[in-house]
Every structure is written in C-alpha cells, then in structure tokens.
C-alpha cells in the first residue's frame, strides 16, 4: 500500500496578497480558484509536482463556524502562530535571493542547521511561516 501526499493547506486573509507572493514570487502555477458561500480558495502548485496541491484557505474554512471561531482563527493568523510548509529547493542561496528580490518578508537568511539541510525562512503576506530547504552534501 503507498500512501502519498495529495493536498496541503494555508490559511491566508488576502487571496490576491498570497497570489502575489505563492505565484509570483515563488512561482508556482495557479490550478483553481473556487469560492462558496462567500469564501474563496485558490490552489497552487509547483509543476514540478503535478500530483501535489496547496490550498490557499480562509483562516477557518467551515461555512458553519461560529463568528467567534472565525475570529480566533483570523487572530492566531494574524500574530503568525499557524503553521505554513516547508519547500525542498536545490539551490537554497539562489531561492533566498529570488524571493527576497520579489519582496519577499525575510525570517531568517541561509544557514546551514546541525540537522543536514541549508535553509532558510520568510513570511508570507498572511504572516505564516515558509521554509525552504536544500539538503547539504556529506
């Protein structure tokens, strides 16, 4: 039995903000754009990995969720406390600078970490946290 990965998710308050920075700046192709009930989602994805999609979601997408829900949900996103993705890249340095160049929010520049990767962090508009990763040579 294989098991893989199909779908991730990203919550995001500004749809065309999160375009600008998943399609623009990292470049990663736009594969739908729905909205239902008055919330919207936008899936990304790299060609790459035509298997693999990410959402890019209301901050609580349920259209039965509770206005007080919706509004925790929209205050851990906005203090940057719900989790993004981490991107493998074979070239950390010159991902760091292509993005940073696009006005990328920079958390952290490359660095080589104790546990085998270079990386390096930004936020993206909504305030999550996206890494991007390089594994080192031995």
């Not at 098991?3 to 990292?26: E, G, M, N, P, W």
């Not at 929209?74 to 203090?79: G, H, R, S």
């Not at 010159?94 to 940073?100: D, P, S």
């Not at 920079?106 to 085998?116: A, K, S, T």
Request: proline share 7%; aromatic share 8%; hydrophobic share 40%.
């Amino acid at each position: 039995m294989d098991i893989t990965l199909s779908q991730c998710f990203i919550a995001v308050d500004d749809h065309d903000k999160a375009l600008a920075f998943y399609r623009d700046a990292l470049g990663l192709e736009v594969r739908n754009d729905v909205g239902y009930e008055g919330m919207r989602w936008v899936t990304v994805g790299s060609p790459a990995q035509p298997d693999v999609a990410i959402v890019l979601e209301p901050p609580l997408a349920d259209p039965n969720a509770s206005p007080a829900d919706r509004a925790a949900m929209a205050d851990l996103l906005a203090k940057g406390l719900l989790r993004g993705v981490v991107f493998s890249t074979d070239d950390c340095d010159a991902t760091f600078e292509r993005i940073r160049a696009a006005g990328g929010d920079v958390l952290q520049e490359p660095i080589d970490q104790h546990y085998g990767v270079r990386d390096c962090a930004f936020r993206d508009p909504s305030g999550n946290m996206i890494r991007f990763a390089q594994p080192r040579e031995r």
